[in-house]
Structure formats: structure tokens, C-alpha cells
């Protein structure tokens, strides 16, 4: 099994609700926690946690990423939900976190930001802002 599969960012937020050990790993860079926004977990007594796949300007993969993880103590059989800008990034963390061992790592389809408008532009189609889920800017 490559990954657990792709979520839509509503049923990630219902599974947040519901599932005690589940977790939300934003993948982004700092640049995007602190100029874009994050989803704020506070109404489910958690924490959004921050980790960069990649990281700005370079966006430079982060060779730490899973040592980065793992060493937040994430049970290897909790629910993880990987969240970026728009559901690439995320993937490949969750393919990554699977190889490792974590036994059911969800990507989050579509991501904070969501896919481009025919303008160009993101958060008008999908995605964590789009759906009006709680979040934050920085």
C-alpha cells in the first residue's frame, strides 16, 4: 500500500471531531504557515503540527522531514492527515510516512488553498479556506 488514500478536507475535519488520536500535519513552508494561514484545530482541542516537506525560497526537499516527525512520538498506528497547499506535497509525505511504518496516513485532497480558478487564483474552487473550515493567518 502506497498510502491510507486521499480525504476530502470535510471529512478530515469530521475524523478530527471524532477520532481522538488523529492528527493534522501541515506540510507547507513557514512562509505559507505565517503569510497564507493555518487551520485552526483549537475547537478540537488540538494542535495543527507544523513540519516543512519542502522549504522556501530553494524549496529544497527537508532530508529531516521524517526525523522531524517521529520525533513528535506519533503513534505509528494513528490516524495522520497530511495537508499543503493544494494535495502534491502532502502525497508524497504520505507515501513517505507509510514506507516508514505509519500505518494509515490520509492525504488531504485539494489541500489549504485549493485548486487555481480559471483566473488563476486558489481558494474559490476547494480546500480548507474554501469550505469554511476554521483557520488562521499568522
Known amino acids: 500500500m502506497e ?14 471531531w471524532n477520532e481522538p488520536s488523529a492528527v493534522l500535519v501541515d506540510v507547507r513552508t513557514a ?10 484545530l483549537s475547537s478540537v482541542n488540538r494542535e495543527v503540527l507544523c513540519k516543512e516537506w519542502q522549504s522556501y525560497p ?3 526537499r527537508n532530508e ?5 516527525i517521529e520525533g513528535i512520538g506519533i503513534p505509528k498506528d494513528a490516524p495522520i492527515f497530511l495537508l499543503c ?29 485549493g485548486d487555481k480558478d480559471d483566473s488563476g487564483h486558489r481558494g474559490k474552487i476547494n480546500g480548507w ?3 469554511g473550515l476554521p483557520w488562521g493567518q499568522g
Open 64 to 68: 529531516e522531514f521524517l526525523a522531524e
Open 3 to 16: 498510502y491510507a488514500g486521499d480525504l476530502d478536507v470535510t471529512e478530515v475535519w469530521n475524523r478530527l
Open 85 to 113: 497547499r493544494s494535495g502534491v506535497r502532502s502525497k508524497n509525505a504520505a507515501i513517505l510516512l507509510t514506507a516508514a511504518g505509519f500505518e494509515t496516513c490520509f492525504n488531504v485532497t485539494a489541500g489549504f488553498e
Open 129 to 131: 479556506k474554501h469550505a
Open 58 to 60: 530553494g524549496m529544497d
Open 31 to 40: 512562509a505559507e504557515w505565517n503569510y497564507v494561514g493555518l487551520p485552526d
